[in-house]
């Protein structure tokens, strides 16, 4: 009898701790395989569905545009725009991220650039053997396309109209940055480059 209710208690203890002698292990992190990140789309995926749509949102969203009717300046005014803004921000700040996650793919297979390239553009496969070979170049540029998407974060945040117009500007370069090593790197600069 006795012994069936420490038999008992320790298939109660064992839910808990495991019926062990050995002192509970120093680690607390529990014994499954830690959950890692997996990247589903491709980086063609992530340019046109998260990183080009928040971009050109924050590029247009603040500018002078003359009509008929006079000259509008363009910018977010209401709490709602300002949190709009915010938003696309983050979505490019963290688009870069995701560019940088192992394992990412430049495309799936078979998938194709939404427009057909210039002469000497590069395929998706091109594309992805460039960035094989200079991963590290690959995720410097991420870096700098986020590290200037933060700076554009703090000036929404300032609400500071001229900091957004700089920094909108040098993103631009980051994207061209990228974009000339592992998508055109043989179309010729623009005039003035
Ligand atoms: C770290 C590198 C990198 C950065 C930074 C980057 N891109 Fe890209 N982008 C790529 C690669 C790689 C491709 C695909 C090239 C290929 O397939 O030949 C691409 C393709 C694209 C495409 C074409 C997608 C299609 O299917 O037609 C667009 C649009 C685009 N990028 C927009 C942007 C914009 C806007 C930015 C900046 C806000 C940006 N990218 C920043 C690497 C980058």
Redesign the pocket.
């Known amino acids: 009898m006795r012994s069936m209710k420490l038999f008992g208690a320790c298939l109660a203890l064992l839910a808990i701790v495991g019926c062990s002698p050995k002192p509970a292990a120093e680690s607390t992190a529990p014994a499954v395989a830690a959950a890692q990140p997996k990247p589903v789309a491709s980086?063609?995926d992530?340019?046109?569905g998260q990183?080009?749509p928040?971009?050109?949102f924050l590029w247009e969203s603040v500018a002078t545009i003359s009509t008929d009717k006079g000259i509008e300046e363009r910018q977010p005014r209401t709490d709602a725009e300002w949190a709009e803004v915010r938003h696309k921000a983050l979505a490019?700040i963290e688009?870069?991220n995701l560019?940088?996650l192992e394992g990412r793919r430049?495309?799936h297979p078979g998938?194709?650039?939404?427009?057909a390239?210039g002469e000497g553009?590069?395929?998706?496969?091109?594309?992805?053997a460039?960035?094989d070979a200079d991963r590290a170049t690959?995720?410097a540029?991420?870096e700098?396309?986020r590290g200037v998407?933060e700076l554009l974060l703090a000036a929404i945040e300032k609400r500071d109209i001229d900091a957004m117009l700089e920094n909108g500007g040098v993103?631009?370069e980051?994207?061209?940055?990228?974009?000339r090593?592992?998508?055109?790197p043989n179309s010729p600069l623009p005039p003035g480059a």
């Not at 998938?111 to 427009?115: F, K």
């Not at 553009?121 to 992805?128: C, I, L, R, V």
């Not at 090593?181 to 055109?184: N, R, V």
């Open positions: 980086v063609l992530l340019m046109l990183i080009d928040a971009a050109d490019v688009g870069a560019l940088m430049v495309a998938q194709q650039l939404s427009e390239g553009d590069f395929t998706p496969e091109q594309s992805q460039a960035v690959y995720l540029y991420s700098a396309m998407a993103l631009d980051t994207c061209e940055q990228c974009h090593k592992f998508w055109y």
